[in-house]
């Protein structure tokens, strides 16, 4: 199984603030990479797909960047929605992993 | 607009079996297939398997396989999701989410999530 490995596991920021999330995967995944936010108490929603793709209707504070096995997130300006987990998800192979989530907490 | 609704919250008892149904509205169902994701307490995500809705087919991690069934009622789209010979590593959040095929899969839409308990 490919093992997605995410850092820093929670970190602090204020509303406006830009903070980036990275994920390592155990073996090159090209740009088979997907993000997803989940708030508290909800199911999560996808932000990014293949990497670097802005899913419709996300806001454009979003982006992503990696290929092969290194990838980030960016939040270019922390929302109040925006204090929540973040995944990272690959696509590449089967069985589909997850890494282990990054909480986004308000300073 | 989409909308995957699932069925409530479940106890159970170690041992037995669970099935947990994901009703979606607001598209076309043929055309997508359904994932199953949980999430235990403290977990990370993990995802269960697939159905495609158009044929039938299903495909499982291989840590669930023999303990997980995935079946579909076309007309009234509807999915289930099954896992036997449950044990207290099951309690956890069951989500099912919308499959779509953009550079592997992508989950787009999601049920709001059933939890189950496994509990003597």
């Known amino acids: 199984d490919i093992q997605m490995t995410q850092s820093p596991p929670s970190l602090s920021g204020s509303v406006g603030d830009r903070v980036t999330i990275t994920c390592r995967a155990s073996?090159?995944?090209?740009?088979?990479l997907n993000w997803y936010r989940q708030r508290p108490g909800k199911a999560p929603e996808v932000l990014i797909y293949a990497a670097s793709s802005l899913q419709s209707g996300v806001p454009r504070r979003f982006s992503g960047g990696g290929f092969g096995t290194d990838f980030s997130l960016t939040i270019s300006g922390l929302q109040p929605e925006d204090f929540a987990i973040y995944f990272c998800q690959q696509s590449f192979s089967p069985p589909l992993t997850f890494g282990g989530g990054t909480r986004v907490e308000m300073k | 607009q989409v909308e995957h609704v699932q069925s409530g919250a479940e106890v159970k008892k170690p041992g037995a079996s669970v099935k947990v149904s994901c009703e979606a509205s607001g598209y076309n169902f043929r055309a997508f297939g359904i994932h199953w994701v949980r999430q235990a307490p403290g977990q990370r995500l993990e995802w269960m398997g697939w159905i495609n809705i158009d044929n039938g087919n299903t495909e499982f991690s291989q840590k669930f396989q023999g303990r997980i069934t995935i079946t579909r009622n076309t007309p009234a789209s509807i999915v289930y999701m099954e896992l036997s010979t449950l044990r207290s590593e099951d309690t956890a959040i069951y989500y099912c989410?919308?499959?779509?095929?953009?550079?592997?899969?992508?989950?787009?839409?999601w049920g709001q999530g059933t939890l189950v308990t496994v509990s003597s």
């Open positions: 989410a919308r499959g779509v095929r953009s550079s592997g899969w992508l989950f787009d839409h």
């Open positions: 073996q090159s995944i090209n740009q088979y």
